[in-house]
């Protein structure tokens, strides 16, 4: 963390420093200086905002990738330039929101809590598996977060794209795929061997970062309130992405009953997903070829679920037993 203690900065200065970074043909002829994120829709295209004496240059918000609002601009996440070495940043400004989600007949309050994200970028300043950030205190006391830009695609577009249909994705593309979402699990398990949560774990929080190869976690400022489990919400979000990752993709119940009709008469509602009654998570019944160890793991998640896990470390157990049967199956162990 950065105190908010600033220069004096005036307009030429922070003119000419624009010019010396982008050029005087670049410099905008009116642009606002900002030390106050209160009021983050005041913080406009072009405009300078100061931070710990560093000047980041705002250039465009971020869109939300969450299903129901995709491209939905986030106002209080800009893409900026650090004016003092020229890098991509994101700036996370403080946004107080709070919703409620039903999953299996439980309700849970969720709320976005910037300290949250500052105590954990610090907690995974070297871990690979994290974007990697600091956080700030604003003129008005308010927590910015400045996130090191990653370069590359969200994981999941990458993973439709393996093979020509499932059954060559999952013998030629999946086993691979495994091992990335692993080294994810084991990633999550160290937010909470240290006591947090991630809080949103989704598809879209996963960047496969191009320049590094590695897939990396983003976006942890959502907290939740949890019940007799600290980490059931995070279990659940790993659970729909392992079914995703086995799947290619959701299996979908209308796509089914339009398509194949024969396999769509064969569901129950137990074979369906615990938070997406119109997705199937008992897989096997569609690509008979998963293994037992495999689709076992899937069934935690379904809404015929009897067991459920109780923390990372466990899921981590029974995805190294399914692990060692897709090798045996596929012959591309790793």
């Known amino acids: 963390m950065l105190d908010a203690k600033t220069k ?35 913080v406009e295209y072009n405009d300078v905002l100061i931070l710990a004496d560093r000047l980041y240059w705002i250039r465009s918000y971020e869109r939300e990738g969450r299903f129901g609002l995709d491209d939905e601009p986030k106002f209080w996440v800009r893409r900026a330039i650090d004016l003092e070495d020229g890098s991509t940043k994101i700036l996370k400004m403080v946004f107080h929101e709070k919703f409620e989600t039903k999953i299996g ?64 994705y ?20 160290f937010l909470h061997d240290h006591g947090e949560k ?52 959701d299996v979908l119940v209308p796509d089914l009953y339009k398509t194949q009709r024969e396999l769509f008469d064969s569901l129950w509602g137990e074979d369906l997903n615990i938070s997406y009654k119109n997705r199937v998570a008992n897989l096997q019944k569609i690509y008979a070829y998963i293994p037992d160890s ?23 157990g029974d995805l190294a037993l399914a692990k060692a049967d897709v090798s045996a199956l596929t012959g591309r162990g790793s």
């Open 8 to 42: 004096n900065w005036s307009y030429e200065d922070v003119r000419s420093l624009l010019a010396k970074r982008k050029g005087w043909d670049r410099v905008p002829k009116k642009f606002k200086i900002v030390t106050d994120t209160t009021d983050f829709f005041q």
């Open 170 to 189: 999952f013998f030629n593309f999946f086993p691979q795929v495994l091992d990335q979402f692993i080294e994810l699990v084991e990633a999550i398990k």
């Open 294 to 316: 495999l689709n076992r793991i899937l069934l935690h998640f379904s809404n015929g679920a009897q067991i459920f896990y109780e923390n990372t470390e466990q899921m981590l």
């Open 198 to 249: 991630h809080g949103d774990i989704r598809r879209d929080h996963i960047l496969y970062d191009s320049a590094r190869k590695v897939n990396r976690w983003i976006d942890f400022d959502y907290n939740y309130m949890h019940g007799e489990s600290k980490w059931s919400f995070d279990l659940l979000g790993l659970g729909n992405l392992i079914i995703f990752f086995v799947g290619r993709g």
């Open 105 to 168: 007949g439980v309700v849970t309050r969720c709320f976005r809590s910037p300290k949250k994200e500052g105590r954990i970028l610090d907690l995974v300043a070297n871990h690979r598996n994290f974007m990697h950030g600091h956080w700030v205190i604003d003129s008005a006391g308010n927590n910015v977060r400045i996130i090191d830009y990653i370069p590359g695609r969200q994981f999941h577009e990458i993973v439709v794209k393996y093979g020509g249909d499932h059954e060559d």
